[in-house]
């Protein structure tokens, strides 16, 4: 690939938490030209909410349940809703004042405190800034990508794609509490860029950049991260279990407009290394030319995630078995001919046991899909297709 490999950008100034000021943003309309993942963002007026789900305040006892966040779309100031699984707003606060352009939202523990964060990114034209978020929306950091100078949006997601050793591989066998595992930071560079993706830790250091398609791909670049594989590093007999590098979330990215081509990048091992490159639905089927919004997870109870796949400009979502690229499922999501921007989050949606990782042990927690509009008939409320041992989130319906 011509890829510039593993090039690293100049290190991004990060700002020190005492001198750290909100970015804010004169209200301005947006371009009526401008576009959010191919979608023009003056059609879109309330639609083009983003979601993501973790367990973002406590529960007591060993039962947890994960919280939903809302983040709005295009044509209002961006705001970021916490919900409980039963819709009780938990939460809500306003992420870059004054900014109308839209946002999208991922949820992770890139600081490090055992506790996830919520990561914010501003969708359209404008400032490109990251905000990490307490849970109750405090900013801890707030920087900029791709430099202050870029204005051409983000899509954004949190995964542990490097740096952290796997737990199982220090002795807890994967019961009781697990140490801080952090999630990376991944985003990719939005329509009229170079598919540019990095990945960043929590203060913003550029840790992986690459481009995810040929330079001269402007479409922008929509991203997941969940880990595909299948099998584990296993134990040699009398030694100590060595690091399972497979437990390590890949890099799933998606082209955002134009064509509905995803890729699988690993970025553990250094530089980024390409998987997998394949079509989610056929590029020579005229009804499909838009691009792809993305989410993934285990939901069917198999140890690797599946990939869920969004063709934009429908509510159509197709589900890959992430490893084999067997398709699981194909199915619509919200029922009627809604033809704007459908974004996705996996997630458990029921009660889990936090000291149970299906990432790990497969049946028992397997997670679910959420989707949602922002506009349309389910408005801000996201839509749950359940995953189920041995059953794909789709293949059952809502
Ligand atoms: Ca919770
Ligand atoms: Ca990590
Ligand atoms: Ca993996
Ligand atoms: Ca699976």
Redesign the pocket.
């Known amino acids: 690939m011509s890829n510039p490999t593993g090039a690293r950008a100049p290190k991004l100034r990060v700002e020190p938490l005492e001198d750290r000021t909100v970015p804010t943003f004169l209200p301005s309309n947006l371009s009526p030209n401008a576009l959010i993942n191919g979608i023009p963002a003056a059609n879109t007026g309330t639609g083009g909410a983003s979601i993501a789900i973790g367990d973002l305040n406590p529960e007591s006892g060993i039962i947890a349940r994960n919280e939903y966040v809302i983040a709005t779309g295009p044509g209002t100031e961006g705001t970021v809703s916490v919900f409980s699984l039963l819709g009780t707003q938990e939460n809500k606060f306003v992420a870059f004042p004054g900014y109308r352009g839209g946002l999208h939202v991922a949820v992770g523990d890139v600081i490090g405190t055992t506790r996830p964060e919520i990561i914010v990114a501003t969708a359209g034209a404008g400032p490109s800034v990251v905000g990490v978020f307490t849970p109750d929306g405090q900013l801890l950091r707030a920087f900029y990508p791709f430099g202050e100078g870029y204005r051409g949006g983000l899509n954004v997601a949190a995964g542990n794609v490097l740096n952290d050793a796997d737990p199982l591989a220090i002795g807890t066998g994967g019961s009781g509490p697990q140490p801080a595992v952090k999630s990376e930071i991944i985003v990719g560079a939005a329509l009229g860029n170079a598919p540019h993706v990095k990945v960043l830790d929590g203060d913003g250091n550029d840790l992986r950049s690459f481009f995810a398609f040929d330079a001269g791909y402007l479409g922008g670049v929509t991203v997941a991260a969940a880990s595909i594989d ?1 099998t584990r590093v296993p134990r040699p007999p009398g030694q100590p279990r060595p690091p399972d590098t497979n437990s390590y979330a890949e890099i799933i990215v998606g082209a955002a407009t134009n064509i509905p081509h995803i890729k699988i990048f690993s970025t553990w091992q250094g530089a980024q290394t390409e998987l997998q490159s394949y079509y989610a639905f056929d590029p020579n089927d005229p009804n499909n030319v838009g691009g792809v919004t993305l989410a993934a997870g ?9 990939i869920y796949v969004n063709l934009v400009g429908s509510s159509r979502v197709r589900a890959f ?2 490893e084999s690229r067997d398709l699981l499922a194909d199915f619509i999501t919200v029922p009627d001919t809604y033809s704007r921007v459908v974004n996705m989050a996996v997630g458990n949606t029921g009660q889990f046991d936090p000291f149970d990782d299906d990432s790990f042990f ?1 049946v028992g927690n397997t997670q679910d899909l959420a989707v949602v509009t922002g506009d349309g008939p389910y408005g801000q409320q996201p839509r749950y297709f359940r995953g189920a041992p041995g059953s ?1 989130a789709g293949r059952n319906g809502p």
């Open positions: 299948t285990n939901t069917d109870g198999s140890r690797g995630a599946e078995a992430g497969g794909a």
